[in-house]
């Protein structure tokens, strides 16, 4: 198993127990990140299949589930799987997995949704992931994920398909974290060659909770977006006429 620094961290229990306990009602994740990424999700997933890849706590797994979904959560730190297992009673299939080392364990055209909050920053290689995304989606799947912000990243956003690797330090927990910073052309690129349409590309958005509980936050998160949100069509076995049926429907926000 990978020991960078990102899994050192997030392999902590008491970090993990500290992460659990924020995130469930913070401005950030509560009130901004989740709420705008999840409704990019169906509301009625009933007996639908979905993927929850790096599912952390397992916080969203519990959300999908009560939406009706069959849950699928992997993450590659065993510490946030016994978290999914305990908040979900067990009601998901949780697996430790190496997004880094592909889904060879998961089945080809078997899911019809994978959600991917605030992961895809970590992965050291993002065309194999996409790749790995659309061969275990179904053709006409959802692709949903949230990452930081290409426009904050530490890179032109104006040059081709630029990735840098940084350690950045996150004070609220007084670690070290290692992420990948990337251009909007190497995510978009990502997408595009593994035949996914990107349908929706919006900026995170703080709702009213926020305003109402988190009043500076919401101020600072209106004025600067820290994440997007997307939802990509899986169009693999797709002729190209029938391509644009998605961006006819979607939005670009
Ligand atoms: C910021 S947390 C997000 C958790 C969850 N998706 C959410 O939104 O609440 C990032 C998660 O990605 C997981 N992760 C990072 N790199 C990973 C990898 N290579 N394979 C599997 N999981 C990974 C971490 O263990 C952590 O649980």
Redesign the pocket.
């Known amino acids: 198993m990978?020991q960078?620094l990102?899994?050192q961290v997030?392999?902590d229990r008491e970090f993990?127990q500290q992460?659990e306990d924020s995130?469930l009602n913070n401005a950030w994740?509560a009130c901004y990140?989740?709420p705008s990424?999840l409704s990019l999700v169906p509301e009625n997933l009933k007996d639908q299949n979905v993927l929850?890849?790096?599912?952390?706590?397992?916080?969203?797994s519990e959300i999908l589930l009560e939406r009706g979904a069959m849950v699928t959560a992997?993450?590659?730190?065993p510490e946030?799987i016994k978290r999914t297992l305990l908040r979900t009673n067990g009601k998901v299939d949780a697996r430790i997995?190496?997004?880094?080392?592909g889904l060879g364990e998961l089945a080809s055209s078997s899911f019809d949704v994978v959600?991917?909050?605030?992961?895809i920053h970590?992965?050291?290689d993002l065309q194999q992931l996409f790749s790995e995304f659309a061969r275990v989606l179904k053709p006409g799947g959802l692709f949903v994920f949230?990452t930081d912000h290409p426009d904050l990243a530490a890179v032109d956003n104006r040059a081709e398909d630029l990735q840098v690797r940084n350690t950045v330090r996150w004070d609220s927990f007084n670690v070290s974290i290692e992420l990948y910073q990337r251009s909007w052309n190497h995510i978009m690129k990502a997408l595009i060659s593994n035949s996914f349409e990107p349908g929706i590309v919006a900026n995170a958005r703080p709702g009213e909770e926020c305003r109402v509980r988190f009043p500076k936050e919401y101020n600072q998160l209106l004025q600067k977006p820290y994440f997007i949100c997307v939802r990509a069509i899986c169009r693999k076995g797709y002729r190209s006429d029938e391509m644009s049926a998605a961006t006819q429907r979607d939005i670009f926000l």
Do not use: F, H, Q, W
């Open positions: 990978s960078s990102s899994y997030y392999s993990v992460y995130i994740n990140e989740r990424t929850d890849a790096g599912c952390g706590p397992g916080v969203v992997v993450d590659y730190s946030m997995l190496d997004l880094n080392k959600y991917c909050s605030l992961v970590y992965i050291d949230s």
